[in-house]
């Protein structure tokens, strides 16, 4: 296995970025073996509260700055990014277990959402001319006006690239981050920001603190002009109240039981080896990942056969390099949490297809790639999120009974189809409820389509991150209208226009104008 390129006086000296004025730290484990990989600080509410002043100031420097300057850093941050690709992908292996091809997918996705929003924002945010009340009589622009500090938070299993898919826009829109990180995605975030810092970017311009979510989550989500928040549902709808006790906006990136459908005309072993990359890619631990197998009877024999073969086969590990298909869980409360699920599961009469066991021969937290089938609703893998680790399978006997089953749910992040026809696979997609839909894929085409938005609908959450619909939740749309001619004050003056307004009025719906 090859060396890691990070090490511990590197630990220590990105850890020292971190908001914090006390000594108190915690140990952050590594899923690899279970030992501590390194002491994060504590931040306080106070830690906070100054990293909130500090941006502040630093943001009208940086609003003022302008698109050219705010891209040029980006676009130096994404050089380094791609300079420091294997320091990188070591952090976010180090830190969350997932094999190396899933780091990639981590880092890649950060360098191309830099590069998108340092591209794009002119294009998205600049100022534009928009018709006037009154034709003539004033002209009317509307300019986007950052909305000052975004408080980002973030959990544990995409830590680098989600932050980036929240930081950077914000940055490109003119505003400033304060961020906390999950602490065990702490390092990589802090491996992200340094490469931004490196290019130019001001320090204070993007703080990371890191903590109790009681303590600091809570502080932050108090002082932010705008919260990003990516995690569960739980925790999105409290963020939701307090978000909208204070009247600011929020996006809410929050949890699925995300479903495929497997229909009647797929290469069996194709589409067992798109469910196998969709169920246990990160383990599971993705919020778009499956967790529902919805498989036509007319294929289910020879998928669920090349189903189990492939999972079976397949090789567990998370050394430093691209050896392994499946990765680790993040960590021991995941474990019991997907153990939690499981036994309920098997106890209320579920079978385990491929996988159920621990691999703690391996690493303290892996654990196999589990399919279950004869799950049924009393189970709390039926309609819970597991997060991990665990698919169930049911057979259907129609497209429409897939369609129906994979929408019964309160979740609707995302969702793949499986067919042989891409035109039958965009009819299907057209009947699902879930913000993005994947065909001939499990979450990798919209995941990865940095210029199309991502997001939820039903409890998996509000707003949307990516593309244009990204950059604008940053942004205040301000309205400012110049008058050139002088409107009616009087009685006498409205008497006056009277007739040529009702006529202009006329003219503008024959001639069918808004
Ligand atoms: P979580 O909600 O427990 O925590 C997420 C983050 O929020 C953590 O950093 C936590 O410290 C912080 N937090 C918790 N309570 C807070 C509060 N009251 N105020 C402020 N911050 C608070 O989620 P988790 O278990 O760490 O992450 C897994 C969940 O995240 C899953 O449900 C998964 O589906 C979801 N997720 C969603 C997306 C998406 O894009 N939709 C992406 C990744 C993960």
Known sequence: MRAPTASPELFASLTDDVVASGS??????TPSTGETLHELPRSSADDV????????????????AG????????????????????????????ESGKTRGQALEEVYQAASVTRYNALSARRVLRGRTRRAGVPLASTTRVRYRPKGVAGVITPWNYALSLAAMDVVPAL???????????????????????????????EALWAVVAGPASEVGEALTDQVDYICFTGSTATGRKIAEKAGRRLVGASLELGGKNAMLVLDDVDPEQAAADAAYACFSAMGQLCVSTERIYVHRAVAAPFTKALVERLDGAT????????????????????????????DALAKGATVLAGGRPRTDIGPWFFQP????????????????????????????????AILAANASEYGLNASVLTRSRRRGRRVADSLEAGSININEGYRGTFGSVDAPMGGVKASGLGRRNGPEGLLRFVEPVTVSTGILPLPRSGRDFGLVAGPFLLLARVLRAIRRR
């Open 67 to 94: 698109f050219a300057e705010r891209r040029r850093v980006l676009l130096r941050a994404h050089d380094l990014l791609l300079d420091r690709a294997d320091l990188l992908l070591d952090l976010v292996q180090l």
């Open 24 to 29: 108190e730290t915690v140990a952050v484990a």
């Open 370 to 401: 589990t399919v279950l089938t004869g799950v049924t609703p009393d189970m709390r893998v039926y309609a819970e999120e597991t997060f991990g680790a665990v698919a169930s399978l049911f057979l259907v006997d129609s497209e429409e009974e």
């Open 316 to 343: 567990l590990g998370s050394s430093l390099d691209y050896g392994a298909d499946f990765g680790s869980l993040a960590t021991a409360a995941q474990l019991e949490r997907i153990e939690a699920h499981l036994d």
């Open 172 to 202: 490109a829109a003119g505003c400033a981050v304060v961020q906390k990180a999950d602490d065990q995605g702490a390092l990589s975030i802090l491996a992200l920001r340094r490469a931004f810092i490196d290019a130019g970017l001001p």
């Open 49 to 64: 509260r100054d990293a909130v002043a500090r941006a502040r100031l630093a943001q009208l420097a940086w609003a003022r």
